[in-house]
C-alpha cells in the first residue's frame, strides 16, 4: 500500500482548487497547499489574522518576521495581496465569502459533522480557534486528515466521538490514502491508494462507504519532507 506523506496529501488538495477561488488554509497540513497550486491557476489564499493573498513560504534568509499566517508561519505575498485588521477578515469569514476551508481534523462523521479539537487532551485544553468559524460559514469545508489514529482507529465515522467544531459542513476529505466525498447518502470513495483494496479500505473506516463508478488509483508525485520535488 502506497500512503500519500504530509505533503503528498497537501498536493492532492491543492489540484482541486479552482481558478478564482478565495480559500482559507487552516494549521498543520493544510497550509502547505499554498505550495503546490497548479500554475497558471489564479487564487487568493486568506489566513484569518489578516492577509488576503497569502504566497509560498517564505524562504530562509528571504522571510519577514513580521509578515506571517495564522500559524505563525512566515509567508510571502502574491501580487495584488492585501493586509486588513482581523477582525475584517473575520467579518468574511462570518459573511460566507470564503469559497473553500482546508482544515485539519480529528473526525469525520458520514453526515458530514466535523471535529478538529479536543477539550481531553492534557495541558491544553480547547483549541478550536477560528476553526468553528470557517466551518460553520465557508461556502464549502475540505479536511485534510490521516485515514486511521496512530493506534488504527478509523477517523472516517458513522458519528463522530469528540465534541464537534461544526454540523453537518464537509464536503470532502483528503487522506493518507483515499479522497472520499461527503454526499447526502454518506461517504463517497473517488480514489484510493495504489495496493489497497476496497474491503481493505472499508475494514479501516468506521462508516459505510460507496465507491464512485469512476474510482480512481490515488497518485501523487514524489515530495520529501522538506517539500522538494
Known amino acids: 500500500m ?11 488538495a491543492a489540484q482541486d482548487i479552482e481558478d478564482g477561488m478565495l480559500v482559507n488554509l487552516g494549521i498543520g497540513i493544510p497550509v502547505l ?8 491557476r489564479d487564487v487568493f489564499f486568506q489566513s484569518e489574522n489578516g492577509v488576503i493573498g497569502v504566497g509560498p513560504e517564505a524562504a530562509k534568509g528571504q522571510d519577514d518576521p513580521n509578515l506571517v499566517d495564522a500559524g505563525s508561519r512566515r509567508i510571502t505575498l502574491r501580487e495584488g495581496a492585501s493586509v486588513i485588521d482581523s477582525s475584517w477578515s473575520f467579518a468574511m ?15 469525520v462523521a458520514e453526515n458530514g459533522d466535523f471535529a478538529n479539537w479536543d477539550s481531553r487532551v492534557p495541558d491544553k485544553g480547547p483549541l478550536v480557534g477560528g476553526a468553528m468559524d470557517l466551518a460553520a460559514c465557508a461556502q464549502a469545508v475540505w479536511v485534510i486528515m490521516e485515514h486511521n489514529t496512530r493506534d488504527g482507529r478509523p477517523r472516517l465515522l458513522e458519528r463522530c466521538d469528540l465534541p464537534l467544531t461544526a454540523v453537518r459542513c464537509a464536503k470532502r476529505v483528503y487522506t493518507d490514502i483515499a479522497v472520499i ?8 470513495v473517488e480514489e484510493i491508494a495504489e495496493g489497497i483494496s476496497r474491503d481493505q479500505l472499508q475494514a479501516r473506516t468506521g462508516a459505510k462507504l460507496a465507491f464512485a463508478p469512476d474510482c480512481r488509483v490515488l497518485r501523487a508525485p514524489a515530495i ?6
Open 181 to 188: 466525498d461527503v454526499t447526502p447518502a454518506g461517504f463517497l
Open 224 to 229: 520529501d519532507e522538506a517539500g522538494s520535488r
Open 33 to 40: 497547499t499554498s505550495n503546490y497550486l497548479p500554475p497558471g
Open 2 to 12: 502506497t500512503k500519500l506523506s504530509r505533503h503528498q496529501m497537501a498536493w492532492r
Open 93 to 107: 469569514i462570518r459573511g460566507g465569502h470564503i469559497d473553500v476551508t482546508i482544515l485539519g481534523g480529528f473526525e
